[in-house]
């Protein structure tokens, strides 16, 4: 809040002090009414909320569970948008893009190779370079079948180079994951951002309310519905789990 302070330096002289007299030409600033204050106060923080959502934090809630067990479905998660600005993508990271066969969807995914490696999957085995691939935790194989590569790119695919300016990626839960095995490689400028963090993650319920018409009343049922749900319907342990 802004207000007009006067501030008077004292000058101590043989046990008394004086004060220095304020200039003729001085004219106090008129003090703005609280309600204007408050309002101006309320209006920045507004702008700053919406440039942050905007420009460098999004928020998305996963959909699927491709990618169990690092992120679940009903899990809300952080994006930073600006994380690739003055760097590039590395192996490991966790990243939503767009996707590349529909543009108008969010796929949320980790990178396991970078423009330049050669990606090989052998009996659900991923090689980078020849070289065995760093296993990330929580990533599972849900599906003991191995599929041969004349059926399915799901567990033998490749080998492949990653060409200039694209990725590879893959779900954690690799059986049930459309990635990079069926669709292709993700071309850099898809990226959306870099996952940071979950900040909520709630059971999905079959049984939550719909909107109904004529809609008066299912403001209220949503409100019951999560007042009467939210202890038991929210999964604790993975509030602010680090991606």
Same mark, same amino acid.
């Not at 948008?81 to 993508?89: I, L, N």
């Given at each position: 809040?802004?207000?007009?302070?006067?501030t008077?330096?004292?000058?101590e002289?043989? /046990?008394?002090?004086?004060?220095?007299?304020?200039s003729?030409?001085?004219?106090?600033? +008129?003090?703005?009414?609280l309600?204007?204050e408050?309002?101006?106060v !309320?209006g920045? %923080?507004?702008?700053?909320a919406?440039?942050?959502?905007?420009?460098?934090?999004?928020?998305?809630?996963?959909? %699927?569970n %491709?990618? &169990? &067990? =690092?992120l679940m479905?009903?899990?809300?998660i952080?994006?930073?948008?600006m994380?690739?600005?003055?760097e590039? *993508?590395?192996? /490991?990271?966790?990243?939503?893009?767009?996707? @590349?066969?529909? +543009? =108008?969807?969010d796929?949320?995914k980790? !990178?396991i190779?970078? @423009?330049?490696?050669t990606?090989?999957?052998?009996?659900k085995?991923?090689?980078?370079d020849n070289?065995?691939?760093e296993m990330? @935790?929580n990533?599972?194989?849900?599906?003991?079948?191995?599929?041969?590569? $004349?059926?399915s790119?799901?567990d033998n695919?490749?080998?492949? &180079?990653v060409?200039?300016g694209q990725?590879?990626?893959? /779900?954690?839960?690799?059986d049930i %994951?459309?990635d990079?095995?069926f669709?292709?490689?993700?071309p850099?400028?898809?990226i959306?951002?870099?996952?940071?963090?979950?900040?909520?993650s709630?059971? *999905?319920d079959?049984?939550? +309310?719909h909107?109904? #018409?004529?809609?008066?009343?299912s +403001?209220?049922?949503?409100?019951?519905?999560f007042? =009467?749900?939210? @202890?038991s $319907? =929210?999964r604790?342990?993975?509030?602010?789990? #680090?991606?």
């Amino acid at each position: 809040m802004d207000h007009d302070f006067i501030t008077q330096e004292y000058q101590e002289i043989d /046990g008394l002090e004086t004060t220095p007299k304020r200039s003729s030409s001085y004219k106090a600033k +008129p003090q703005k009414p609280l309600w204007r204050e408050y309002i101006e106060v !309320i209006g920045l %923080s507004l702008l700053a909320a919406i440039l942050l959502r905007v420009f460098i934090v999004s928020a998305y809630r996963v959909d %699927s569970n %491709s990618m &169990e &067990e =690092t992120l679940m479905e009903g899990d809300y998660i952080f994006v930073n948008q600006m994380a690739y600005s003055f760097e590039k *993508p590395q192996p /490991g990271d966790v990243v939503v893009f767009k996707y @590349p066969l529909n +543009p =108008t969807k969010d796929y949320i995914k980790r !990178i396991i190779a970078i @423009p330049g490696q050669t990606v090989e999957v052998v009996d659900k085995v991923i090689y980078i370079d020849n070289q065995l691939a760093e296993m990330q @935790p929580n990533v599972k194989n849900s599906d003991p079948k191995v599929l041969p590569a $004349q059926l399915s790119t799901r567990d033998n695919f490749g080998p492949v &180079e990653v060409p200039e300016g694209q990725y590879f990626v893959m /779900g954690d839960n690799r059986d049930i %994951s459309q990635d990079s095995r069926f669709w292709g490689m993700l071309p850099e400028a898809n990226i959306k951002g870099k996952a940071i963090f979950v900040y909520w993650s709630w059971i *999905p319920d079959q049984d939550v +309310p719909h909107w109904n #018409a004529p809609y008066i009343h299912s +403001p209220f049922v949503f409100l019951y519905y999560f007042l =009467t749900n939210f @202890p038991s $319907q =929210t999964r604790w342990e993975r509030l602010f789990t #680090a991606l």
